[in-house]
């Protein structure tokens, strides 16, 4: 017995040394080293490189590419926003290019020369952009149909989602727009955009809020300071608490210009009542009752739809500028079924199912409302990178490569040029940002000065992870001089 273990233990010494080669060329042949500009840009920032994970890739028709820089490609990282590309690709695929939200209009009673003698009720499908326009176009519609004065209520059916509110706002900043919570019927991102206009003559600035709302005292104007423009929103010492009654106690810098402040409204449990109501009443109609939420009769007759745009458009608004509540109502329309109400828990299994399914040798991310807004969503570097090739080869190829920021011309890095003026990138890369207190992210398409592609992920998870932005900007602009296909010295 003796004798067999120590041949034994001599076969583990021989293996383990033949071994060993392969194993450090694997580590080391996609590139583990830094290139030396984004290694000076986290020294800069005070960024350890443990706090950095990232792969580079080729973009090729067939096979597997082979990474032109790859570290720490399996460690779970808070991506932010980044991961909205999970729930919009997963929604493109699960769902289609074309796939429309359709808000229904129904009606009880009888219409009987221009006055509906019952209710009428909005159902909610999901939509994430059922915004200003489109709800006056909705109403315009309903009264095309000849009802101008209802006897009754309108009834808000939001039943199509099945959501539990949150009892804090994220970090703490309820009156953020991005800590808009979804909803089976979202109105107008249940958010309120304050227009200000300086008029140097009589000393004020003028004051435009959209959309309107019933009950609610709102400022037409604010006196006017030589102040500079600096910090201008703290200047106006506006006060949200009481969500009948906005103020502004401070003044508006005259040297501001005009400018806008979107503000989630305080009291969300009111906002489509209010909203709705007013514009009814701004539109021309009359209303009896009240506006309240309910459910839809089983009875109810259907008037007429009012349908969203095409999926294939509004990732682009979810991906471009970083749409939290937009990218939640995507998540949760994954798992409505009929006759069953979405919900987070249900939508994470059916991701995780598809995850499954298209991406079965790659590590599944942890999901929790599919925007990114979170502490706890995770995903491997390697993952999303298999991702980004997955999405690049297939049909949805285009809608989901044209609902990404296009460097120095749209979105989330529209002013990239300004920050990079020597940068070569304008036009040529494709790229979803992710920002938390401690986390920033990139991840995309960029296509370099030869013409090749390359898929980038990069997060950096840190308390000072905003420090460490030129890093990032240094591995896009890298892979855009075709950096990747040089040697690089080993940091």
Excluded at 145 to 169: C, F, H, W, Y
Excluded at 340 to 356: L, N, T
Aim: proline content about 8%; aromatic content about 6%.
């Amino acid at each position: 017995m003796r004798l067999r273990s120590f041949l034994a233990f001599l076969l583990s010494i021989s293996l383990a040394l033949q071994l060993a080669p392969a194993l450090a060329a694997n580590r080391t042949s996609a590139g583990t080293s830094l290139p030396p500009s984004v290694s000076q840009a986290l020294r800069q920032a005070g960024i350890p490189h443990s706090a950095f994970a990232a792969e580079v890739m080729p973009l090729v028709p067939q096979g597997l590419p082979t990474p032109v820089l790859s570290r720490q490609i399996h460690a779970p990282m808070n991506p932010a926003s980044v991961m909205k590309l999970v729930t919009t690709y997963a929604g493109l695929d699960l769902l289609g290019p074309q796939f429309t939200w359709d808000t229904r209009i129904w009606t009880t009673g009888e219409l009987r020369a221009g006055t509906l003698h019952g209710d009428l009720i909005i159902e909610g499908s999901g939509d994430p952009k059922w915004v200003r326009e489109r709800i006056e176009a909705t109403l315009t519609a309903i009264q095309a149909q000849g009802i101008k004065r209802i006897d009754g209520d309108i009834v808000l059916d939001r039943s199509v989602m099945n959501i539990t509110p949150r009892t804090e706002a994220f970090d703490d900043e309820p009156l953020r727009p991005y800590n808009v919570e979804p909803d089976g019927l979202l109105v107008n991102f249940k958010a309120l955009i304050f227009k200000f206009t300086p008029d140097p003559e009589n000393g004020v600035a003028r004051i435009e809020t959209e959309p309107r709302m019933d009950g609610v005292s709102l400022p037409t104007e604010v006196p006017l300071s030589a102040n500079a423009c600096q910090d201008w929103r703290s200047q106006l010492r506006a006060d949200f608490s009481n969500p009948s009654h906005i103020r502004f106690a401070g003044r508006y810098p005259a040297a501001c210009s005009a400018q806008e402040w979107p503000v989630a409204y305080s009291d969300p449990t009111q906002y489509a009542r209010r909203v709705v109501r007013g514009m009814w009443l701004a539109a021309g109609g009359q209303l009896n009752g009240e506006v309240r939420d309910g459910l839809r009769p089983a009875a109810a007759n259907l008037l007429l739809h009012s349908p969203s745009l095409p999926l294939s458009e509004l990732v682009a608004d979810i991906n471009k500028f970083s749409n939290n509540v937009m990218a939640q109502q995507l998540f949760l329309t994954l798992s409505v079924q009929p006759g069953v109400a979405g919900s987070f828990e249900q939508s994470r299994q059916r991701v995780v199912q598809w995850w499954r399914t298209r991406l079965p040798a790659h590590a599944v991310p942890t999901l929790d409302n599919g925007s990114g807004l979170s502490r706890r969503e995770r995903i491997e570097v390697r993952s999303l990178s298999a991702l980004l090739q997955l999405a690049a080869q297939g049909p949805l190829a285009q809608p989901f490569q044209n609902s990404l920021s296009i460097v120095g011309v749209d979105g989330t890095v529209k002013h990239w040029m300004e920050r990079h003026p020597d940068s070569r990138l304008q036009g040529k890369a494709w790229l979803k940002t992710g920002s938390l207190r401690d986390v920033t992210a990139v991840a995309g398409y960029v296509q370099s000065q030869s013409g090749r592609r390359y898929s980038i992920v990069a997060i950096i998870n840190h308390d000072e992870a905003k420090r460490a932005r030129p890093a990032l900007s240094a591995l896009l602009e890298w892979v855009g001089q075709d950096a990747p296909t040089r040697p690089h010295a080993k940091r």
